[in-house]
T-cell receptor, first 110, second 115 residues
């Protein structure tokens, strides 16, 4: 069954704006990961945040984790047209294998 | 950077036929996975494989599916009798440790079309 659920399903912004995507999950986790998928391609790992961490940065990416609310957010600052992709969160399922949400389709207009 | 490779990139088959999807994980990785994605929809977990056996499988992975690591380098997914609803993009992934401590490396996928 599904573990992570992203929100919104689709997001359209102008280049230079910030994009925020949210992820909610149901069970306790050890880690949460965010992945990116360009159309028709495989998923590429962006960032991993552990359950004892609250915030993590990587370049223009900022991820937060709130285990009390079972939620995470991915912020992309100063977005570019090349950031257009689908973004997925993934969490461990019953402490075993990784399950993905349905993703947020981000469109950044030049 | 090392890559996970999948072949073929596209596979067309008739309903009821058997298909084998092939993957070459990154050489020093120990954990292997198959996922599938129906066009534009969520990425669904199928199965994970470690130490030459299935460690976890989803409700999708029924008796029609099987996985094998026949020669220490390839990792295959077999669908014995394909159905129309098996049409999807199938992704192989590998990691050096179980996913919780390491990221997954994904291949580019095999697009399976069942007619």
């Amino acid at each position: 069954s599904q573990q992570g659920e992203e929100d919104p399903q689709a997001l359209s912004i102008q280049e230079g704006e910030n994009a925020t995507m949210n992820c909610s999950y149901k069970t306790s986790i050890n880690n949460l990961q965010w992945y990116r998928q360009n159309s028709g391609r495989g998923l590429v790992h962006l960032i991993l945040i552990r359950s004892n961490e609250r915030e993590k940065h990587s370049g223009r990416l900022r991820v937060t984790l709130d285990t009390s609310k079972k939620s995470s957010s991915l912020l992309i600052t100063a977005s570019r047209a090349a950031d257009t992709a689908s973004y997925f969160c993934a969490t461990d399922y019953n402490n075993n294998d990784m399950r993905f949400g349905a993703g947020t389709r981000l469109t950044v207009k030049p | 950077e090392p890559e996970v490779t999948q072949t073929p990139s596209h596979q067309v088959t008739q309903m009821g036929q058997e298909v084998i999807l092939r993957c070459v994980p990154i050489s020093n990785h120990l954990y292997f996975y198959w996922y599938r994605q129906i066009l534009g929809q969520k990425v669904e977990f199928l199965v994970s494989f470690y130490n030459n056996e299935i460690s976890e499988k989803s409700e999708i992975f029924d008796d029609q599916f099987s996985v094998e690591r026949p020669d220490g380098s390839n990792f295959t997914l077999k669908i014995r009798s394909t159905k129309l609803e098996d049409s999807a993009m199938y992704f192989c992934a590998s990691s050096p440790d179980r996913w919780g401590t390491e990221k997954l490396f994904f291949g580019s996928g095999t697009q399976l079309s069942v007619l």
